[in-house]
């Protein structure tokens, strides 16, 4: 599913938002569930936020539920 919006002028303002595309379309062509999303989203940010430690550190914790998760669906 793709979703064209008309109203652009309020995307990508936040001063952390870089790139060419949006991190949604890449989830989006990728096939990203919520928790790889997630994680990627707080690594490619945590640099220009300004939080680097503390997103990194919320990187790691939700990689460790996601794992734990997956490994509950496993069994």
């Keep these: 599913m793709t979703f064209e919006s008309t109203n652009t002028g309020s ?3 936040q001063y952390h938002y870089v790139g060419k595309s949006s ?3 890449f989830a989006e062509e990728w ?4 928790y790889e999303f997630d994680i990627l989203k707080r690594i490619v940010r945590c ?10 550190k919320k990187s790691k914790d939700l990689i460790d ?4 998760e997956h490994l509950d669906q496993s069994e």
């Design 47 to 56: 640099r220009k936020k300004g939080s680097f430690e503390e997103d990194l």
């Design 23 to 25: 991190l949604y379309k």
């Design 31 to 34: 096939d990203l569930n919520s």
């Design 65 to 68: 539920i996601y794992l734990t």
């Design 11 to 13: 995307i990508n303002t």
